[in-house]
C-alpha cells in the first residue's frame, strides 16, 4: 500500500471512530438535575406523609412537571408554616401549596402556571346555631370565631378583615374538632381536604359538620425563596412542565388517579 493511501485510511478509520464514539455520547441520557422541594406533611389529597414520604396530588404533579426537564425532585415533608419559614429565609428552595395573595405575594416568587385551583369551604356544626346558614361568604364571617389553621392563609380579603376573630388550630383536622366542640361558630377548611378527614375519621366528623358556603375558589403554588439565586429558573422550568403536561393528557391522568383517594 502507498504511504498516501495509508494514511487515507488511517484518517477515514479515525473519522469513523470519532463518529460512532458522538453517536454513543448522544445515547446516553442526559444526567438528572435534583433539587428539593418542601410539601406539607399532614394536607391529604394533595401533600401528606403516607408510607414514610410524601404523596398526594399536589407532589404527583409537581413530580411530572419538573420530568419534563429532566429534573428530579426530593420531597421534605414539615408543617406548613415551616415550610414558609425555611424557603423565606433561604435555607430552602420553595415551599407548596401556596396562595399568592397579599400575605405571601411580597415576599415569595411565583410561577405562572397553577398546580391546581381549590376551593375553601365555611363549614358549621350540623346542630349548631348556624347550621341552617346557606351560601356564605368571608363577609359573613365578620364579628364570629372562624376556625383557621396555623401558618395558612385564606385570600387577601379574609387577611385584611380585622373584624374577624380567628380561632387557631395547629392542623386541619384540629380545626374541625374545634367547630365540632364549639370552640368556633365556623371553621374554614379545603373542601377536598374536608371530604378525606370524613372519610378517614367517621365517628368524629360524618354528621356533624356541614358546608354552608364557600369562602374562596383560587390557584395554589409553589412559593420560592426572593433569596436562592436560582428560584427564577426553577419557577420557569415549573410553568414549562405544568404547559407540557396539561398538553399532552398527563396532568388529566393524575387528576383521575386522585379523584377519589382512600383513607
Request: aromatic share 10%; glycine share 8%.
Amino acid at each position: 500500500m502507498h504511504a498516501v493511501s495509508f494514511i487515507t485510511a488511517i484518517r477515514k478509520r479515525a473519522t469513523g471512530l470519532l463518529c460512532a464514539f458522538a453517536l454513543c455520547l448522544c445515547a446516553i441520557p442526559a444526567r438528572a438535575e435534583t433539587i428539593t422541594l418542601i410539601g406539607e406533611d399532614n394536607w391529604y389529597p394533595y401533600s401528606a406523609v403516607k408510607d414514610g414520604q410524601n404523596r398526594g396530588f399536589a407532589v404527583d404533579v409537581i413530580q411530572a412537571a419538573y420530568a419534563v426537564s429532566n429534573i428530579q425532585v426530593k420531597f421534605i415533608a414539615t408543617p406548613y408554616s415551616r415550610c414558609l419559614m425555611l424557603v423565606q429565609s433561604g435555607k430552602e428552595l420553595g415551599c407548596f401549596d401556596s396562595l399568592q395573595d397579599a400575605a405571601l405575594a411580597p415576599n415569595f416568587v411565583f410561577h405562572k402556571e397553577a398546580i391546581f385551583k381549590a376551593s375553601i369551604g365555611i363549614y358549621a356544626k350540623t346542630d349548631g346555631p348556624h347550621a341552617n346558614a346557606s351560601k356564605l361568604t368571608g363577609r359573613d364571617l365578620r364579628g364570629h370565631a372562624v376556625g383557621v389553621t396555623h401558618g395558612y392563609t385564606y385570600g387577601s380579603e379574609f387577611e385584611g378583615d380585622t373584624s374577624i376573630q380567628r380561632e387557631i388550630a395547629p392542623s386541619d383536622s384540629s380545626n374541625l374538632r374545634k367547630l365540632v366542640l364549639g370552640r368556633s361558630n365556623y371553621s374554614l377548611v379545603y373542601t377536598r381536604v374536608v371530604d378525606y378527614l370524613i372519610a378517614t375519621y367517621p365517628d368524629e366528623f360524618k354528621g356533624k359538620i356541614q358546608q354552608v358556603g364557600t369562602l374562596i375558589e383560587d390557584k395554589l403554588f409553589v412559593s420560592f425563596s426572593k433569596l436562592r439565586p436560582e428560584s427564577g429558573r426553577y419557577a420557569d422550568a415549573l410553568d414549562k412542565g405544568l404547559r407540557t403536561i396539561r398538553s399532552n393528557g398527563t396532568y388529566a391522568g393524575i387528576e383521575k388517579k386522585w379523584a377519589n383517594p382512600l383513607p
